[in-house]
């Protein structure tokens, strides 16, 4: 299985980005995804998850700016992310529930 992650980008606070990360590889659906993300100096932390079946859990740091969907039929999961903040600053990663790991993105919110 490949991930391919992308739609980072430079923003400014306040503004908003989504996130694509594409699997490929696999004949079967992906079942559980999750986005994370690692600030410089800091360690990795989850972000959003998502199941098979469409229920998501969040960071408290994120609960009610972040969305996170999925698009079986493309074997897509999204993050849209909304009032950006500073702190929101990272490489941004999907991964499945299996541990196959995408690239990540840069997300950069300038103040």
């Known amino acids: 299985v490949q991930l391919q992650a992308s739609g980072g980008g430079l923003v400014q606070a306040g503004g908003s980005l989504r996130l694509s990360c594409i699997a490929s590889g696999s004949s079967r659906r992906i079942n559980g995804v999750g986005w994370y993300r690692q600030a410089p100096g800091k360690q990795r932390d989850a972000v959003a998850r998502?199941?098979?079946?469409?229920?998501?859990n969040y960071a408290d740091s994120v609960k009610g700016r972040f969305t996170i969907s999925r698009d079986n039929a493309k074997n897509t999961v999204y993050l849209q992310m909304n009032s950006l903040k500073p702190e929101d600053t990272a490489v941004y990663y999907c991964?499945?529930?299996?541990?196959?790991w995408g690239q990540g993105t840069q997300v950069t919110v300038s103040s």
């Open positions: 998502i199941t098979s079946g469409g229920s998501t």
């Open positions: 991964a499945t529930a299996s541990g196959y």
